[in-house]
């Protein structure tokens, strides 16, 4: 099945964003990578501004409807950790336009869109913190701030020096490994 137009303005915009930045990348850039019109472009998208919002805020949604499904899975609170670091690394390793993106544009995001993004933050923080609390109850993860173990943990996933693992290893199961071993040392329940 054929992609839609704005999921094709879209997949240009985080092609141009990444290669050059929000400010070097024009409309009609964007335009002529998904091979329509300016007008079409304006017809789904009010401004670049408003495309690069909804490009950010899709990736933050993308990643916490995942971590839901997998928080709501029938796995103990260690899997289900597992599951996320994996999920988590292989989306951005396969995906390191979205992180280009955030790096290198991160001083054009306003106040009011810092919200929006720290309001998906907190839902990830909750998700993450809902798994670390079954483990607690479980017996198998040991923390007196779930809370914060949350924040440290999408902290390690996410900071962009832990991008620099992800080229150090033949595959993504090795750094899933390597950060679910690091994480798990410091909070696993010791029997």
């Known amino acids: 099945m054929a992609k839609d137009t704005r999921e ?3 997949e240009a915009a985080l092609n141009m964003f990444s290669i050059n930045n929000y400010h070097a990348t024009s409309m009609s850039m964007i335009a002529e990578e998904a091979g329509v019109s300016k007008g079409t472009l304006y017809w789904h998208f009010d401004s670049k501004e408003d495309l690069f919002r909804e490009l950010v805020l899709a990736g933050f949604d993308y990643f916490n409807e995942n971590y839901k499904k997998i928080q709501s899975e029938k796995l103990n609170a260690k899997e289900k950790l597992h599951e996320i670091i994996y999920f988590s690394i292989k989306m951005l390793s396969e995906n390191l336009k979205m992180g280009n993106i955030l790096q290198n544009n991160i001083q ?3 106040s009011e869109f810092q919200k929006k993004m720290i309001e998906r933050h907190k839902s990830a923080i ?6 670390i609390e079954q483990g607690i109850e479980e017996e198998t993860i040991k923390t007196d701030n779930p809370h914060n173990t949350a924040v440290m943990i999408l902290t390690l996933i996410f900071n ?3 991008q620099e693992l992800y080229y150090n290893f033949d595959t993504i199961k090795d750094d899933v490994d390597f950060i679910y071993n690091f994480i798990m040392q410091g909070i696993s329940k010791e029997a």
């Open 8 to 10: 094709e303005i879209l």
């Open 108 to 110: 054009l995001i306003s």
């Open 126 to 131: 909750k998700v993450i913190k809902l798994v």
């Open 160 to 162: 962009t020096h832990s």
